[in-house]
């Protein structure tokens, strides 16, 4: 982290902000703030340079055309890559997460090369698309909470050895290939298809970012009243359609 502060970076706002994802941006805000961090938010549009100085990377979800132009632009910068290298965290949702994998489907029924950044590929399910809440057991050694969001994709994403699952569901489809996983992570790179905002209704995945850019293994306590009144709300709703 720069001695200036914390910097994240909001990627394409204009292609990769649907079903409230933008509210991840404020969320790792409210959370750092609360810590007595201070915050520069930077939003790049799809006609910017992807900067490699940020600390955190959020990437949301999109329709398939968007997704098709964020992916091109997206491998012809490099941005995302070389602030990788330079210890960012990436943390993906939906859309966003097939862009950071080997390759997915485009618009145009097309096999479209990914980042790479996660060893995933996604194909386009031919069943019932992905709906509902979900509920999930996170990876245990991230050592958080139950996982709960919304999906809505018709992509089926395959996992290889170079990465973990983020989660293993009790509800919904996740992944979509069968295997009961939900999204996928390597080092700082964090990929899921979860929506809700994610990080609104489950803020300790918000911190765990925190303290990977950090280097720490704990924050000062923050009120989590609403938070958590959000997920008992969520989690009780998804239970009881079941």
């Not at 915050?39 to 949301?60: A, F, H, K, N």
């Not at 941005?79 to 859309?95: E, K, M, P, T």
């Not at 609104?200 to 990977?212: E, F, G, M, W, Y």
Request: aromatic letters at 6%.
């Amino acid at each position: 982290m720069s001695t200036s502060g914390l910097r994240v970076v909001w990627v394409y706002p204009d292609l990769l902000s649907t079903y409230g994802d933008q509210g991840n941006v404020l969320v790792v805000q409210r959370r750092a703030q609360q810590r007595g961090l201070t915050v520069e938010r930077v939003d790049v549009r799809s006609d910017q340079p992807i900067p490699t100085s940020g600390d955190i990377y959020l990437i949301g979800g999109g329709e398939d055309r968007p997704q098709r132009l964020a992916a091109e632009r997206l491998r012809r910068d490099g941005g995302l890559h070389r602030a990788v290298d330079n210890g960012a965290i990436i943390f993906s949702v939906c859309a966003g997460y097939q862009i950071l994998g080997h390759e997915f489907v485009n618009d145009l029924g097309q096999r479209e090369p990914g980042l790479g950044l996660l060893d995933v590929v996604s194909v386009r399910g031919t069943g019932e698309r992905c709906v509902g809440d979900v509920l999930a057991d996170v990876d245990e050694t991230l050592r958080l909470p139950q996982l709960t969001g919304f999906e809505n994709h018709q992509g089926i994403t395959q996992l290889g050895p170079g990465v973990r699952p983020f989660a293993r569901v009790r509800l919904g489809n996740g992944n979509g290939n069968g295997d009961g996983t939900e999204g996928a992570w390597a080092g700082t790179v964090f990929g899921t298809y979860m929506h809700g905002p994610v990080l609104a209704r489950n803020p300790l995945i918000a911190d765990l970012l925190l303290k990977l850019t950090l280097d720490v293994n704990a924050l000062p306590p923050v009120d989590d009243r609403w938070y958590e009144a959000l997920r008992a709300e969520r989690i009780a709703a998804a239970t009881q359609a079941a």
